[in-house]
């Protein structure tokens, strides 16, 4: 079965810690992975896809096939970032025609001044 | 704003009355998702839509709710009969299909349900 899991409901860092989100996935071949992060009162919105292999708001996430894991990771936090954060495996193939996006149930960070 | 639209922003209703919410989504966006959300829970899978064919339906979707999207424009939710653990956040999204995990959030619908 497709499962998502964030083990983590609350992470709570004070400001310029590192912070690590985890997410492990069990998917059928190869998902693409997101991560999406809501701000209090706003929108949910993405935070970054690992295809994109980029870095945003200093976050960046590994994707390891072998641990099926794609942790989200920031070196120094600030308090900015307090958010929900939310893992979301898309299962991946060149048609794409019929997979639905799904999100892990959320972490909750806090980053204390 | 292009983003995507939600309306209403709130609704508050008796059990047992029917209600409908509208999603607008991102004009050349061909995917529609609509999710779930509870305090403290991630977003659950309700449906989703390519275009205006209905690809998949969750089975949290009891036959009470319905969902459609014709000329694959924008869509409807309606539930019927509701019940007050129908309450909570309703949330759409669209993509585009070539990149159909980057989903565009529309800022959703709370429901009460009194």
């Known amino acids: 079965a497709q499962r998502v899991t964030q083990p983590e409901k609350l992470l709570s860092v004070f400001k310029g810690a590192p912070v690590e989100l985890k997410c492990n996935y069990s998917y059928s071949g190869s998902p693409e992975l997101f991560w999406y992060v809501q701000y209090s009162r706003q929108r949910l919105q993405l935070l970054l896809r690992h295809i994109s292999r980029e870095s945003i708001k200093g976050f960046t996430a590994d994707l390891n096939k072998g641990e099926t894991s794609f942790h989200l990771k920031k070196p120094f936090a600030q308090e900015e970032d307090s958010a929900m954060y939310y893992c979301a495996p898309f299962p991946f193939d060149s048609g794409g025609s019929n997979y639905k996006l799904t999100f892990g149930k959320g972490t909750l960070l806090t980053v204390n001044p | 704003d292009t983003g995507v639209s939600q309306n209403p922003r709130h609704k508050i209703t008796k059990r047992g009355q029917n209600v409908t919410f509208r999603c607008d989504p991102i004009s050349e966006h061909n995917r529609l998702y609509w999710y779930r959300q509870t305090l403290g829970q991630g977003p659950e899978f309700l449906t989703y839509?390519?275009?205006?064919?209905?690809?998949?339906k969750s089975r949290l979707l009891s036959d009470r709710f319905s969902a459609e999207r014709p000329k694959g424009s924008f869509s409807t939710l309606e539930i019927q009969r509701t019940e007050q653990g129908d309450s909570a956040m309703y949330l759409c999204?669209?993509?585009?299909?070539?990149?159909?995990?980057?989903?565009?959030f529309g800022q959703g619908t709370r429901l009460t349900v009194v």
């Open positions: 839509f390519q275009n205006e064919a209905q690809l998949e």
């Open positions: 999204a669209s993509s585009i299909p070539t990149v159909s995990g980057k989903a565009f």
